[in-house]
Each structure stands twice: as C-alpha cells, then as structure tokens.
C-alpha cells in the first residue's frame, strides 16, 4: 500500500510541478449525475498549465444500491489525481472544447453500511474496504463568461480490488468556475 501512495504522491506532484512560464488559470468545478446503480458528486480542482493541459484533483461520492437477488446499498469514497489535454476546440468564439485524461483513485468502499449481515440473514462474502485503481475521463466544456462554463463528464474507473465491481461508469452535467 505505501508503494502505491508514493505512486500517487509522485503523479501530484509532477503534474503540478510541470508548470511552464505563463500559466493560464486554477478552476473549480461541480457536477452530478448517474454512477452505477444511483448517484454520483465528483468536485474538482483544475491546475491549468496552459490553454491545453491541465493536472486535475477530483473528489468522488457515489450512492447506489445495487437491485439482483437482494438489494444491497454500497457508497464509493474515491480521491483521483489526473492529467487532461484539449482535444477539440470550436476554433470560433472558442465556445466548446473537449478534453480527454486519466490517473489513478485512491479511496473507500462502504457496503450494507458495513453490515455483513443482511436483512434475510444472509452473509455477505463483500465487505468495505479500500480501493484503489485507474481511470480515463472525457470532459465537455460549454463557455458561459469568462468565469463560468458549463461541464460535461464522464469516467470510467477501474478498480483493481473491489468487491462491487472492477468497471464503473459516472456521467454529469455541471459548472467550472474559474478563479484567476
């Protein structure tokens, strides 16, 4: 485990180290919308190194429940350090762009609230624990003003480790604010 810290810590660090002269702006964003079996937040943290890169730290809440044989409720907690490049961009009024990127998740998976037990009186072989992996994510960007844009999200994670599921989708609409 503390290899893979030490891994994640040296991809924040050089994505924001890699600053070059004239860097362009910080921004934040929200957005919500479907995570697999329910609902996912994901707030993000932009480090722009130039009109076309920029490294991202995201924070990632997905409630769900997931409905086969017996219903089971499980909340994903994640952290995701990346790095995004401008693929597209409306070359005018440059109104809409769109970035393709990825990194790695760190995070906790909580299901049945930690009960191994369920109402039936089944036993859950799952249990809550940490989880770790990759992802690749495609963000859409509507310009507003020159301090908002509308964003448009969707990842794909893999999680090497957990009980819930190894693939996992989230897709959101929301908005990026830029602070300087």
Known sequence: ???????????????????????????????????ED??????????????????????????AEDKGTFNIPY?????QPGYFIKVWEQKNFKKYALNLGGGAIIGYEVINNGNSLLETGAVL??????????????????TLSNDFSILLKANEYYHANSDV???????????????F
Do not use: C, D
């Not at 503390?2 to 860097?23: E, P, R």
């Not at 909340?75 to 952290?79: C, G, L």
């Not at 799952?126 to 963000?139: C, V």
């Not at 599921?165 to 602070?179: D, E, Q, S, T, V």
């Open 75 to 79: 909340n994903i907690f994640t952290v």
């Open 1 to 35: 485990m503390k290899n893979y810290v030490a891994i994640i810590l040296f991809i924040i660090f050089a994505a924001f180290g890699y600053s070059q002269n004239g860097n362009y702006a910080s921004s934040i964003g929200l957005s919500g919308g479907y995570a």
């Open 38 to 63: 329910g609902f996912g937040i994901m707030g993000t943290y932009n480090y722009h190194l130039n009109r076309n890169r920029y490294a991202q730290l995201s924070i990632f809440a997905a409630i």
């Open 165 to 179: 599921g190894n693939f996992y989708p989230y897709a959101g609409i929301g908005l990026r604010y830029f602070l």
């Open 125 to 142: 072989e799952a249990r809550s624990q940490f989880i770790y992996g990759a992802y690749l994510g495609l963000e859409g960007e509507i």
